[in-house]
């Protein structure tokens, strides 16, 4: 770790007034350039702890950079972490109000929920896929707080992995009724099909990136708890979206979920 206490809460404050202001800024380690993983996640904890103090709860736990074409385009090892509290929980078929954001984005995931509590080190896939209680389709809202989305992998785990909000429901399955990997989806905008993938896409196989995180959290002393709501990594690429456009994600064997931005 690079930073002094001082600088995490003021880099904190700088990324949580953006968020609250919808001003983007540009990215923190244009400013700290030696920044590393271990300052990045203790900005984001420290954004986490402002959020509780004001009232916020935590929603679930989620993954980015699951794609292992884009991990060795970015050069790192493993996915990275954030969390979603309950001021980012849209309902399915609502209104999702655009001027919350600076420039949101979507991403079609598969969502697991936890039955006993996983921790690392030496967390692995078969103790994780023991440990599934039931799957979820989500879409993921994203909005980075600096500006045009141009960031480096530091920046944002610091940014909370771009989180901004979530939707879920259509139909709960449990982990024996559905083959994750081959599970597919299709991602609609304003009725045009946009994106098409399968769950092979997070890391071949979406409980792996709960594996990693599990283990990444055993780092920093911490655990995933059980009943704990995990968003497990993007299938497709990141959608734009604007007011006015409408997205439904049609998702084998899980049902569907629809939004607007309004």
């Given at each position: 770790?690079?930073?002094?206490?001082?600088?995490?809460?003021?880099?904190?404050?700088?990324?949580?007034a953006a968020e609250r202001e919808r001003k983007p800024?540009?990215?923190?380690?244009?400013?700290?350039?030696?920044?590393?993983?271990?300052?990045?996640?203790?900005?984001?904890?420290?954004?986490?702890?402002?959020?509780?103090?004001?009232?916020?709860?935590?929603?679930?736990?989620?993954?980015?950079?699951?794609?292992?074409?884009?991990?060795?385009?970015?050069?790192?090892?493993?996915?990275?972490?954030?969390?979603?509290?309950?001021?980012?929980?849209?309902?399915?078929?609502?209104?999702?109000?655009?001027?919350?954001?600076?420039?949101?984005?979507?991403?079609?995931?598969?969502?697991?929920?936890?039955?006993?509590?996983?921790?690392?080190?030496?967390?692995?896939?078969?103790?994780?896929?023991?440990?599934?209680?039931?799957?979820?389709?989500?879409?993921?809202?994203?909005?980075?707080?600096?500006?045009?989305?141009?960031?480096?992998?530091?920046?944002?785990?610091?940014?909370?992995?771009?989180?901004?909000?979530?939707?879920?429901?259509?139909?709960?399955?449990?982990?024996?009724?559905?083959?994750?990997?081959?599970?597919?989806?299709?991602?609609?905008?304003?009725?045009?099909?946009?994106?098409?993938?399968?769950?092979?896409?997070?890391?071949?196989?979406?409980?792996?990136?709960?594996?990693?995180?599990?283990?990444?959290?055993?780092?920093?002393?911490?655990?995933?708890?059980?009943?704990?709501?995990?968003?497990?990594?993007?299938?497709?690429?990141?959608?734009?979206?604007?007011?006015?456009?409408?997205?439904?994600?049609?998702?084998?064997?899980?049902?569907?979920?629809?939004?607007?931005?309004?």
């Open positions: 770790m690079t930073l002094d206490e001082a600088t995490v809460e003021a880099l904190a404050a700088r990324l949580l800024i540009t990215k923190i380690t244009d400013e700290h350039p030696h920044l590393d993983y271990d300052d990045a996640y203790a900005i984001q904890n420290r954004i986490r702890a402002h959020k509780l103090a004001a009232g916020e709860t935590i929603a679930g736990l989620k993954a980015g950079l699951t794609s292992k074409a884009k991990m060795k385009q970015m050069n790192v090892a493993e996915p990275v972490f954030g969390f979603m509290t309950d001021r980012g929980a849209w309902p399915d078929g609502g209104a999702i109000e655009r001027d919350r954001y600076i420039a949101p984005r979507i991403e079609a995931e598969i969502a697991l929920v936890t039955k006993r509590d996983l921790a690392g080190p030496g967390c692995h896939l078969a103790e994780v896929l023991a440990a599934i209680d039931f799957v979820l389709p989500a879409v993921e809202v994203l909005d980075s707080r600096y500006e045009n989305f141009r960031f480096d992998m530091v920046s944002v785990v610091a940014d909370n992995t771009s989180a901004a909000g979530f939707v879920t429901g259509g139909r709960p399955r449990r982990l024996r009724e559905v083959d994750l990997p081959t599970l597919g989806l299709v991602v609609e905008k304003n009725g045009q099909v946009v994106e098409v993938g399968a769950g092979a896409a997070v890391l071949g196989h979406p409980a792996e990136s709960i594996v990693m995180l599990a283990n990444n959290l055993a780092r920093r002393g911490e655990h995933i708890p059980a009943g704990s709501f995990i968003m497990t990594g993007g299938i497709t690429a990141a959608v734009a979206v604007d007011r006015g456009d409408a997205i439904t994600v049609r998702f084998q064997d899980l049902g569907n979920l629809s939004l607007r931005f309004a």
